[in-house]
């Protein structure tokens, strides 16, 4: 299928990144809760949209909407150019060679089960085995316990210390000639660690093991460049980079996608089916079975264009502005300590209270109008390690403000005098 | 702090989360015994009773978690000792109603009642009502790990 060439945008300069203008264009952060202006900073668990992809929604569904790549009427092909639109938009976004290595899929979770289940299925056997990190997020650690049941392999692990960051010596270790793959996570959500992924993978492809990132913290909040990054695989989501849920990417090699049995079976993925047997279709299409979330693909392309014509590298500094700013304030509370303090780190500030459970932070924070996330985040193996239930999370989005953390501060110092 | 808020860290529960009463206690002649937890949120805890002739004559607890669930379990066990094990069921049952249930009801719950303030806080109730269950369950002497979650 051929289509036209995405449109040139036109960029945001440097001088106009606006973060009180930004905020306005996020219909959800005018609103008040329990009568106060609201302070989301759950940006991690997921993000606000933006009306230019609340307004894609409604016009998609207003005049375009149709079922792709089928049929031959004027609405088809609408739906049909949109949504192939949007897979190059994604293939921009993250410097894909190829628009064939863009797979949509449900999310981060869905991505990494897909290759744990046809990659890893057929790389796998008794006595290989997958090396994972203990800072994973559980849709990066689950999928390939199940694989590991599934096929007799091993799951291996690299460990962090106490700064939150990955022991590389033990990385080293831990590569030996029967790992099959390395899942890595390119920024932890529980911790905020931004992992050395260039010198890890390229350790990885020395002995040709090959590396699957989890990027799901990452899109949102840096400029992502897989061929750079040279990753066989990389996931995300949409819904945790301003755009709706249940939409997601697998980003893959074209060489591996092209050797991996399919995924689910169904229409749109074949190119001939007879009741004895059935043929697949090539990548991208052989992994999107069944009439695929076409709503959320085109709002995720609306979302694309959004951090584009910002700027993501303007969106960096203006997060990182925030981080330091967070992490100075955050040592003015008495009793409050950080958890995950690596050199490198994305606005992600996990932290806990000496003698203050964190539900009882987050609910006297929430009564202030500050949504925070209290809990194990999804990454109860740094839980574990830290030797604690739950952290509190506050994380970062592009349209928090040195406002944001203020009122956060202030929040903290509330539930102190709650516990006096 | 708010009306909401202060329903719920009120005084006693706060008290209560500092200094909770018969805390890291295994009180002698322990004939009952249970655990529960919470795993999403981190809730834990084990309750012991010591039990005559259908008498709860003293009572302990382990473990640890948010203010509202310590602060919970420091007061439910402080009103069951001295009363028999069917009062206490029935205290547990009129608590689970309260906090569950629609509508305002008059209910025999003395100091229990400070915990009401709960009831604003859905996302809270499974905190509140955690050791509860776990005391039930002591009593009829089930095996199973309760959670509320």
């Known amino acids: 299928m051929n289509f036209p060439a995405l449109q040139p945008r036109i960029h945001t300069s440097e001088a106009d990144f606006n973060p009180l203008k930004i905020k306005k264009m996020f219909p959800i952060l005018q609103r008040r809760v329990h009568g106060k202006k609201m302070v989301y900073l759950d940006n991690g668990a997921t ?133 099959k793959l390395f899942a890595v996570t390119h920024i932890s959500n ?48 949409g819904h945790k980079m301003y755009a709706p849920t249940g939409i997601g990417v697998l980003y893959g090699k074209k060489e591996l996608l092209e050797a991996m049995p ?159 | 702090m708010n009306s909401e808020l202060r329903s719920l860290y009120e005084e006693v529960i706060l008290d209560h989360n500092k200094n909770p009463r018969n805390f890291n206690k295994i009180p002698e002649g322990r004939s009952h015994s249970a655990h529960g937890d919470n795993p999403l949120c981190g809730d834990q805890y084990s309750i012991h009773l010591t039990v005559k002739d259908d008498l709860i004559e003293d009572v302990g607890f382990e473990g640890a978690g948010c203010a509202i669930s310590k602060a919970s379990t420091s007061i439910m066990l402080e009103t069951i000792r001295g009363k028999t094990t069917a009062e206490a069921k029935k205290l547990f049952e009129n608590f689970h109603h309260l906090l569950t249930e629609e509508g305002e009801e008059e209910l025999e719950l003395g100091k229990i009642e400070v915990l009401t303030g709960v009831k604003e806080f859905p996302m809270r109730v499974k905190c509140a009502t955690l050791s509860w269950h776990i005391m039930n369950a002591a009593i009829s002497h089930d095996k199973e790990t309760i959670t509320t979650e």
């Open chain 1, 47 to 179: 993000t606000q949209k933006p009306m230019s992809v609340i307004n894609t929604l409604t016009e998609y569904y207003e005049k375009k909407n149709a079922n792709v790549h089928r049929g031959v009427h004027h609405l088809t092909e609408l739906a049909t150019a949109s949504y192939e639109e949007s897979r190059k938009k994604v293939q921009a976004f993250i410097n894909a060679g190829n628009h064939q290595e863009i797979i949509f899929v449900r999310g981060t979770t869905e991505a990494i089960n897909l290759v744990a289940q046809t990659f890893g299925r057929s790389a796998l056997g008794p006595g290989d085995s997958v090396l994972i990190t203990e800072m994973e997020h559980h849709s990066n650690i689950v999928p390939w316990q199940l694989l590991c049941e599934q096929t007799g392999a091993n799951l291996d692990v690299v460990h962090i210390d106490d700064n939150g960051e990955l022991n590389l010596a033990e990385f080293s270790e831990k590569l030996t000639p029967q790992t």
């Open chain 1, 190 to 237: 529980a911790l905020g660690s931004v992992n050395p992924l260039k010198e890890l993978i390229a350790q990885a492809h020395e002995m040709g093991i090959p590396v699957l990132v989890d990027g799901a913290q990452a899109t949102p909040h840096v400029k992502v460049d897989v061929q750079s990054l040279d990753c066989d695989f990389y996931t995300f989501s």
């Open chain 1, 262 to 420: 399919p995924y689910q079976g169904g229409g749109d993925m074949i190119t001939r089916v007879t009741l004895e047997r059935s043929s697949y279709a090539k990548p991208p299409y052989k992994f999107e079975a069944g009439t695929p979330n076409i709503e959320g693909v085109i709002g995720l392309g609306a979302a694309i264009d959004f951090l584009t014509d910002l700027n993501m590298n303007q969106v960096q500094e203006h997060e990182e502005k925030l981080l330091t700013y967070a992490t100075e304030r955050l040592k003015e509370i008495n009793g409050l300590r950080m958890i995950g303090t690596a050199k490198q780190k994305a606005g992600i500030l996990s932290f806990v209270f000496d003698e203050i459970h964190p539900h009882d932070v987050g609910t006297i924070l929430d009564q202030q109008g500050i949504a925070v996330r209290a809990g194990h985040h999804c990454a109860m193996p740094v839980m574990q390690k830290f030797a604690i239930p739950a952290t509190t999370r506050a994380s970062l989005g592009l349209y928090n403000t040195l406002e944001d953390i203020d009122i956060l501060i202030e929040g903290l110092i509330q539930v102190q005098e709650v516990f006096k």
